[in-house]
């Protein structure tokens, strides 16, 4: 045997993911399904590039991002307030790319139709693997760019649209999102920021106190604050409670001179991750900014913000699922491990798969929702197909989507660390970051739990409408499969959760049950994705087998047709008794009672029993 020193003896091969797109073959599978043949063909050179990008150059600028975070400089040597945000030469590159790249161009150039945003969207996933968290401002741009085109004025378009659509870095615009305070984050209608007319500057004059402000650097950001009434006939400086006295608004956050607009940046937050993201507290005193829309209808005003960057956290959990998935086959291929490699070793295997399957439904998800997105931004609004199924199946499915991926996210990258085993758990291999950065995903955006009670908003303003275009949605993508007898028992599943989930909300849809509809509200979430996830697994494997079919000769299509099949049965396998968990078990009437027992109500008598005790022990020794 020779003895090992710190320059001989055992390495390990580095596993390398060289591009991803070539190497990942779901997403390139879904894409020819969902996107005509010439679209596809036009845009693979370009998506080949960015993924050939990130793993180079961005992969480099995401390590110095890291290793140089942000900071602020408050005060300059002479006491003067400066409030200097100093991030890096990498994270300003980023921009730049972005730019070049038009990560948000594509969407609103549209030169594809409908099928810009998959464009978008499939090049947003794997240029995040190398531009890390820049991709958060991004978001919000995208988000902002359509709440402008939406209802901006034509002076915003001229002057914000136009630049954060652009393909020039030296014009190019990002865009903050500034709605969270210190009463509450969801919670938008305790916002304590107010918007008071000026009318010597012909704008409003915004003061308040942001508690959380991601892409503090942006050029422009939208914001919610409590509108003063501007009218002398209306008893100016009134304002109105709760979220119907909000308005949204539009602000630079820079003046022509480069100094804040009326803010102090009060200090960078410490985060658990995305710690190369600049996220302040932010004074607002006099910012001057526009109104976007209609008074009073901020709330409503910023859906189109909220569908948007839902979906984009879906395609990050989406990017960083892929990513990881991607090394741990790849080092399951070079590791060996008690005379065989684990990708020859049966609870590995099992482990990656579980992981493969997963990640397969958060893409099929994930792409169907940016498809319902492309079709609602490209297609006449008044067809009755967009108006009335689309755009409330969107509403519906973002809130949905956004939760689930981010829990499926952060499962696959605790999965992940350990398929590496003690190399997993070091900083350098990045995996720790990743698995840090993905959990912001199930926070940003709205909780599970918040997400889950806005699912219960949509049911309710719809009068349950809602959940019957979900469910003749599923049907419709399974109608063609119900003939086909290797397609019996996964049709059979999914109609029986559709019911479950139907007698649940019926069931408990009254004053008296809405606690018990309210308890169960996570599980029906979590349950209506993996249903449609289900669905959209057995649409693209009969698609998927058609191809094979029409090609017989060739073995590749094949081998694809036969994957898809084992990956759509195995989730449906099992997706009856999961949904009947998360619904049943979960949501039982008793259930409320049950909790506040066990989690408070046994505390407080054990503390007032501890405190009578005390007392008799004082007059005791009296």
């Given at each position: 045997?020779?003895?090992?020193?710190?320059?001989?003896?055992?390495?390990?091969?580095?596993?390398?993911?060289?591009?991803?797109?070539?190497?990942?073959?779901?997403?390139?599978?879904?894409?020819?399904?969902?996107?005509?043949?010439?679209?596809?063909?036009?845009?693979?050179?370009?998506?080949?590039?960015?993924?050939?990008?990130?793993?180079?150059?961005?992969?480099?600028?995401?390590?110095?991002?890291?290793?140089?975070?942000?900071?602020?400089?408050?005060?300059?040597?002479?006491?003067?307030?400066?409030?200097?945000?100093?991030?890096?030469?990498?994270?300003?590159?980023?921009?730049?790319?972005?730019?070049?790249?038009?990560?948000?161009?594509?969407?609103?150039?549209?030169?594809?139709?409908?099928?810009?945003?998959?464009?978008?969207?499939?090049?947003?996933?794997?240029?995040?693997?190398?531009?890390?968290?820049?991709?958060?401002?991004?978001?919000?741009?995208?988000?902002?760019?359509?709440?402008?085109?939406?209802?901006?004025?034509?002076?915003?378009?001229?002057?914000?649209?136009?630049?954060?659509?652009?393909?020039?870095?030296?014009?190019?615009?990002?865009?903050?999102?500034?709605?969270?305070?210190?009463?509450?984050?969801?919670?938008?209608?305790?916002?304590?920021?107010?918007?008071?007319?000026?009318?010597?500057?012909?704008?409003?004059?915004?003061?308040?106190?942001?508690?959380?402000?991601?892409?503090?650097?942006?050029?422009?950001?939208?914001?919610?604050?409590?509108?003063?009434?501007?009218?002398?006939?209306?008893?100016?400086?009134?304002?109105k409670d709760g979220s119907r006295g909000?308005?949204?608004?539009?602000?630079?956050?820079?003046?022509?001179?480069?100094?804040?607009?009326?803010?102090?940046?009060?200090?960078?937050?410490?985060?658990?991750?995305?710690?190369?993201?600049?996220?302040?507290?932010?004074?607002?005193?006099?910012?001057?900014?526009?109104?976007?829309?209609?008074?009073?209808?901020?709330?409503?005003?910023?859906?189109?913000i909220l569908n948007i960057t839902r979906?984009?956290?879906?395609?990050?959990?989406?990017?960083?699922?892929?990513?990881?998935?991607?090394?741990?086959?790849?080092?399951?291929?070079?590791?060996?491990?008690?005379?065989?490699?684990?990708?020859?070793?049966?609870?590995?295997?099992?482990?990656?798969?579980?992981?493969?399957?997963?990640?397969?439904?958060?893409?099929?998800?994930?792409?169907?929702?940016?498809?319902?997105?492309?079709?609602?931004?490209?297609?006449?609004?008044?067809?009755?197909?967009?108006?009335?199924?689309?755009?409330?199946?969107?509403?519906?499915?973002?809130?949905?989507?956004?939760?689930?991926?981010?829990?499926?996210?952060?499962?696959?990258?605790?999965?992940?660390?350990?398929?590496?085993?003690?190399?997993?758990?070091?900083?350098?291999?990045?995996?720790?970051?990743?698995?840090?950065?993905?959990?912001?995903?199930?926070?940003?955006?709205?909780?599970?739990?918040?997400?889950?009670?806005?699912?219960?908003?949509?049911?309710?303003?719809?009068?349950?409408?809602?959940?019957?275009?979900?469910?003749?949605?599923?049907?419709?993508?399974?109608?063609?499969?119900?003939?086909?007898?290797?397609?019996?028992?996964?049709?059979?599943?999914?109609?029986?959760?559709?019911?479950?989930?139907?007698?649940?909300?019926?069931?408990?849809?009254?004053?008296?049950?809405?606690?018990?509809?309210?308890?169960?509200?996570?599980?029906?979430?979590?349950?209506?994705?993996?249903?449609?996830?289900g669905a959209l697994l057995c649409q693209?494997?009969?698609?998927?087998?058609?191809?094979?079919?029409?090609?017989?000769?060739?073995?590749?299509?094949?081998?694809?047709?036969?994957?898809?099949?084992?990956?759509?049965?195995?989730?449906?396998?099992?997706?009856?008794?999961?949904?009947?968990?998360?619904?049943?078990?979960?949501?039982?009437?008793?259930?409320?009672?049950?909790?506040?027992?066990?989690?408070?109500?046994?505390?407080?008598?054990?503390?007032?029993?501890?405190?009578?005790?005390?007392?008799?022990?004082?007059?005791?020794?009296?």
């Amino acid at each position: 045997m020779v003895f090992a020193s710190a320059t001989t003896g055992f390495k390990q091969d580095v596993p390398e993911i060289q591009n991803a797109f070539l190497e990942d073959p779901v997403m390139v599978s879904v894409l020819e399904r969902l996107l005509p043949g010439d679209v596809l063909k036009e845009i693979t050179p370009d998506l080949v590039q960015i993924s050939e990008w990130s793993m180079t150059e961005g992969a480099a600028l995401l390590d110095r991002m890291e290793e140089d975070q942000p900071r602020l400089r408050q005060y300059d040597s002479w006491c003067r307030r400066v409030d200097e945000l100093l991030v890096t030469e990498s994270w300003n590159k980023q921009k730049n790319v972005a730019a070049r790249e038009g990560i948000v161009a594509i969407a609103y150039e549209r030169k594809y139709g409908e099928y810009s945003r998959i464009y978008q969207m499939a090049k947003l996933i794997l240029w995040s693997t190398g531009a890390g968290l820049y991709s958060c401002p991004i978001a919000m741009t995208d988000g902002c760019a359509r709440v402008i085109e939406l209802i901006g004025t034509h002076e915003m378009k001229d002057e914000v649209y136009s630049r954060l659509t652009s393909r020039d870095s030296s014009k190019f615009f990002t865009s903050g999102q500034w709605m969270t305070e210190r009463p509450g984050g969801s919670d938008v209608g305790r916002t304590e920021t107010q918007a008071v007319w000026d009318e010597e500057k012909n704008a409003w004059s915004i003061s308040g106190f942001k508690w959380f402000s991601s892409a503090t650097d942006a050029d422009v950001t939208m914001l919610l604050a409590r509108t003063h009434e501007p009218d002398p006939s209306v008893a100016p400086g009134t304002m109105k409670d709760g979220s119907r006295g909000l308005s949204l608004y539009l602000a630079r956050v820079r003046d022509e001179e480069g100094k804040l607009n009326g803010v102090r940046i009060h200090r960078l937050k410490d985060k658990v991750g995305t710690k190369a993201l600049p996220t302040a507290e932010l004074e607002l005193d006099g910012m001057v900014g526009q109104l976007v829309g209609e008074k009073y209808r901020g709330v409503k005003n910023i859906s189109s913000i909220l569908n948007i960057t839902r979906i984009h956290c879906g395609l990050n959990c989406t990017s960083t699922m892929q990513t990881l998935l991607l090394r741990s086959k790849e080092y399951a291929r070079r590791r060996e491990v008690f005379g065989a490699l684990l990708k020859e070793q049966p609870l590995h295997l099992a482990t990656l798969a579980n992981m493969e399957v997963q990640y397969r439904a958060t893409c099929q998800f994930t792409f169907f929702c940016v498809g319902l997105l492309g079709r609602t931004e490209a297609i006449d609004n008044n067809l009755p197909e967009i108006k009335d199924r689309d755009f409330p199946l969107l509403r519906l499915l973002t809130p949905i989507l956004k939760l689930w991926s981010a829990k499926n996210a952060f499962y696959l990258s605790q999965e992940a660390m350990e398929c590496f085993g003690g190399q997993g758990y070091m900083e350098e291999t990045g995996i720790g970051r990743a698995m840090r950065d993905v959990l912001v995903n199930t926070i940003w955006e709205g909780t599970t739990n918040v997400l889950s009670l806005d699912l219960l908003r949509v049911m309710s303003e719809t009068r349950g409408a809602a959940l019957e275009i979900y469910s003749s949605t599923i049907r419709e993508i399974m109608a063609p499969l119900k003939g086909q007898s290797e397609w019996i028992k996964s049709a059979k599943s999914l109609e029986e959760c559709l019911v479950l989930i139907a007698i649940r909300f019926t069931a408990y849809s009254t004053p008296e049950g809405r606690k018990t509809l309210e308890a169960s509200a996570r599980g029906l979430s979590l349950a209506m994705a993996d249903v449609i996830a289900g669905a959209l697994l057995c649409q693209h494997a009969a698609w998927s087998q058609a191809k094979a079919k029409a090609n017989s000769s060739n073995a590749l299509a094949a081998a694809e047709a036969k994957v898809d099949q084992i990956s759509a049965r195995r989730w449906c396998e099992e997706l009856y008794r999961r949904v009947d968990h998360q619904i049943q078990t979960l949501g039982r009437e008793e259930r409320f009672e049950e909790d506040k027992q066990m989690l408070f109500k046994l505390a407080e008598a054990r503390g007032a029993a501890a405190a009578s005790s005390v007392e008799r022990f004082g007059e005791a020794k009296l």
